[in-house]
């Protein structure tokens, strides 16, 4: 079935150190990419999403490319702050079984520290 | 008050109490959803109603009982639960079951502990 790999995290940066969080992707045809935030206390929150191959999504500085060839879509942010810690999830839509539902991976913790 | 309020946000219990997570949705929305979160694993989806009415369960045990009295309101019921059900359970909403992506709205969560 379709699913999403994220990098183990987790993982720690200074402030304005570059960050990378790869994701990679299995499913039939190419479906609608995201990328969610979890900060700490409270619920999934939509970061990014891309909707189809070569799309770049982009917000509050985070960045991540719809590559078909490699099915990766990996989150990049030039210049991490502190406010970034949280756990990023990447996601899916996948239409198995007829429906759409998303498919996350297992989530990627981030600590920015000072 | 806005958005996907959960109650309440952290719960302790034994494995033979009984207790009920509350979900409310401020949105308008007619579809409403149960995850579980657990740590070093994928977002499970557990249940979903569309106007009040189940139209997915995957294979969750029957220790868990969803309710949906409106399209406002969810609950979920839980009894003789085991320490593996421990985890963060997430409720969301969106406007039309199937929830894709940027359609979904997620509450904060109720942190379960099962002792």
């Known amino acids: 079935g379709d699913s999403v790999t994220q990098m183990e995290g987790p993982v720690t940066l200074s402030e304005e150190a570059f960050l990378t969080i790869n994701c990679t992707y299995t499913?039939?045809?190419?479906?609608?990419l995201f990328w969610y935030v979890q900060y700490p206390g409270e619920g999934l929150q939509l970061l990014l999403k891309?909707?189809?191959?070569?799309d770049k999504g982009s917000n509050k500085g985070f960045e991540a490319t719809y590559r078909k060839e490699t099915t990766s879509f990996h989150l990049e942010k030039g210049s991490v702050q502190v406010s970034d810690s949280a756990v990023y999830f990447c996601?899916?839509?996948?239409?198995?079984?007829?429906?759409?539902?998303?498919?996350f991976g297992k989530g990627t913790k981030l600590t920015v520290n000072p | 008050e806005t958005g996907v309020t959960q109650t309440p946000r952290h719960l302790v219990m034994g494995m033979t109490n009984k207790k009920s997570l509350k979900c409310e949705q401020h949105?308008?929305?007619?579809?409403m959803y149960w995850y579980k979160q657990s740590a070093k694993k994928p977002l499970e989806l557990m249940f979903v109603?569309?106007?009040?009415?189940?139209?997915e369960n995957n294979s969750v045990p029957s220790r868990f009982s969803p309710e949906c009295p409106n399209s406002s309101h969810l609950f979920l019921h839980l009894h003789t639960l085991q320490p593996e059900d421990s985890a963060l359970y997430l409720c969301?909403?969106?406007?039309?079951?199937?929830?894709?992506?940027?359609?979904?709205?997620f509450g904060s969560g109720t942190q379960l502990s099962v002792l």
């Open positions: 969301a909403s969106s406007q039309e079951p199937g929830g894709s992506g940027e359609k979904l709205f």
């Open positions: 891309a909707t189809k191959a070569d």
């Open positions: 499913a039939t045809g190419y479906p609608s």
């Open positions: 949105l308008g929305h007619n579809a």
């Open positions: 109603y569309s106007l009040e009415e189940r139209v």
């Open positions: 996601a899916l839509v996948s239409t198995q079984g007829g429906s759409e539902k998303l498919v």
